[in-house]
């Protein structure tokens, strides 16, 4: 049988999504009322790819299989043959009958799509230049901890058409909200996902918009990781699409405010909005642990049976 992936927000259905937050959700509780669930990965292994560095990323995915009884390979192109030119295809096939399930970090697409293809147990996206789907998981818990289902509801994306915002737009057709994303011209996000979500997404090029009336609001980096160059012509390029409280009060009055971390404050995110009381960035951010041991018991038990 082939194993189940997680590289896109497609890959589960929404039920399947919302029944995972729900047990994000219900582990969180366990955990901060005492109690352990250290049996349910018992004598797993995760295997963690970076290609790109992280702190998230790697503390989340880490911490959660400890969590969850099992254990974690921190490997980096430093550690193993892929850094040598050994092919993905090969890698796949030899880590994948070692450990129960792989995370890769990385920056093509494509390569996570080839490692997958000849892997043997699940593989987890734990971000790609295309998408960004664990921290999605972590987003809608959030949401959901705080304002109940997103269904029908609005949420406004500003800033770079990226990873983050394509797998935003794959969300809102999977659970079924509106997502409005302002983005300069000329980073706007993938024709391939705008295509795909197109009855669920809307594109402007005025930021406030997007916000007018929304019910989350949500923005990242103007220069990502690998885009350093591109620093001073983004930052003239995104002027117009800093989240401040001005912003913030075009939105609904029960708004929430994301940032997937880190945050450059005063440049796309002013430090008031960032740490004002609509921000819900640090339980954004630990709540990465608690989405993806949800994901991460899905994916090795169903893999396993």
């Known amino acids: 049988m082939n194993p189940r992936h997680y590289l896109s927000f ?20 366990q955990l901060k009322s005492g109690g352990h669930h250290d049996d349910l990965l018992r004598g797993k292994t995760l295997g963690m790819i970076f290609e790109k ?21 921190f490997l980096s192109p430093r550690d193993t043959q892929l850094g040598r030119g ?27 799509e080839l490692f997958a293809k000849h892997s043997s147990v699940p593989v987890i996206n734990g971000l790609t230049d295309l998408e960004h789907p664990a921290q999605l998981l972590a987003d809608l818990q959030t949401y959901v901890e705080h304002r109940g289902d997103i269904r029908g509801k609005r949420v406004a994306w500003i800033g770079d058409g990226n990873n983050m915002c394509h797998s935003y737009m794959y969300a809102a ?9 302002a983005c300069p011209e000329g980073y706007d996000p993938e024709p391939s996902v705008v295509e795909t979500t ?44 800093f989240v401040d409280a001005d912003l913030m009060r075009l939105a609904n009055d029960d708004a929430l405010f994301m ?20 921000s819900v960035v640090w339980d954004e951010a630990e709540n990465r642990l608690h989405a993806q041991k949800a994901l991460l018991e899905f994916l090795i038990t169903l893999n396993a049976s």
């Open 86 to 112: 050994e092919p993905i295809e090969d890698t796949a096939r030899v880590l994948s009958r070692m450990v129960d399930c792989v995370m890769i970090r990385t920056y093509e697409h494509e390569k996570i």
């Open 198 to 241: 197109q009855e669920h997404f809307e594109l402007t090029r005025d930021a406030r918009a997007a916000a007018e009336g929304a019910d989350l609001v949500v923005t990242d980096v103007w220069a990502s990781m690998g885009q350093e160059q591109e620093k001073s012509a983004r930052r003239r390029a995104f002027s117009g699409f």
């Open 10 to 29: 497609l890959d589960l259905s929404g039920d399947e999504t919302r029944a995972l937050l729900q047990r994000a959700i219900e582990l969180k509780q």
């Open 259 to 278: 940032h997937c971390l880190p945050a450059h404050r005063e440049e796309e995110v002013s430090t008031d909005v960032l740490e004002g009381p609509q």
């Open 173 to 181: 057709r999977q659970l079924d909200f509106q997502l409005v994303a």
């Open 53 to 73: 560095s992280s702190t998230r990323t790697r503390v989340s995915f880490e911490v959660g299989m400890q969590q969850l009884g099992g254990n974690a390979l």
